[in-house]
């Protein structure tokens, strides 16, 4: 697609319940990053994807989050017995990257708005 | 491991003048990247500049340019000519260059930028 596209836009929950976020990057791009951003603040990284593989998870805050990329294109990332402090902004990116080549450009899509109540 | 530093939360200015957003950050590594992001209110972080540390020349583009100072790990954004649309959260983010890592960004807490007519 012409850009990252992410759904649901917004969503609420009930506290406890399993949640589902959806991340389509921009096609050919075999990069891809989740970010969390927390109400006034910037976003902070959970996970990042080479291909369909993670290759760096270090970011993901507890064994509820879970995030797969089964096929190398899209993305989920899925929330267990959501907690109230897990609401945020779930943020998605993807870039090309060729390792070594130096800093790849991130392009983000407009977040998932995930409140739990 | 890094951080990244805003120390304005808030911004307000005049149209068509200029600001200056700060931003300092800590890492003892030698090669990496700084960016800054613009986050409107529809959420999409958007790229506004990058700079490479091993470049001296400050980078520019158009009305946006940076102060980039190495020593004293300061990288502050300048808007030249402001303009409503710049109306935005502005974020500087730092990414290390690890060859076999993932190029995962460190954002600073933000400057939430009002521009007046």
């Known amino acids: 697609g012409a850009g990252v596209s992410q759904t649901p836009s917004n969503k609420v929950t009930e506290k406890g319940k399993y949640v589902e976020l959806r991340c389509d990057p921009i096609s050919g791009h075999t990069a891809l990053y989740w970010y969390r951003q927390s109400l006034g603040q910037g976003p902070e990284f959970l996970i990042y994807?080479?291909?369909?593989?993670?290759?760096?998870d270090s970011g993901l805050p507890n064994d509820r989050f879970f995030a797969v990329r089964p096929e190398g294109s899209v993305s989920t990332l899925k929330i267990q017995r959501t907690e109230r402090g897990d609401s945020a902004v779930y943020l998605c990116a993807s870039s090309l990257i060729a390792l070594g080549s130096g800093a790849n450009v991130l392009t983000f899509g407009a977040g998932s708005r995930l409140t739990v109540l | 491991a890094q951080t990244v530093t805003q120390s304005q939360p808030e911004m307000s200015v005049q149209e068509a003048e200029t600001v200056t957003l700060s931003c300092t950050y800590d890492?003892?590594?030698?090669?990496?990247?700084l960016f800054w992001y613009k986050q409107p209110p529809s959420r999409q972080m958007i790229l506004v500049i990058r700079q490479e540390a091993y470049k001296q020349q400050n980078a520019t583009e158009n009305r946006f340019s940076v102060n980039f100072q190495k020593a004293a790990k300061s990288f502050s954004l300048k808007i030249s000519d402001s303009q409503l649309g710049d109306t935005a959260m502005y974020f500087c983010a730092f990414m290390n260059l690890l060859i076999q890592g993932a190029q995962k960004l460190v954002f600073g807490q933000g400057t939430r930028l009002t521009i007046n007519p």
């Open positions: 890492t003892s590594e030698n090669n990496y990247y």
């Open positions: 994807f080479q291909g369909t593989g993670a290759a760096d």
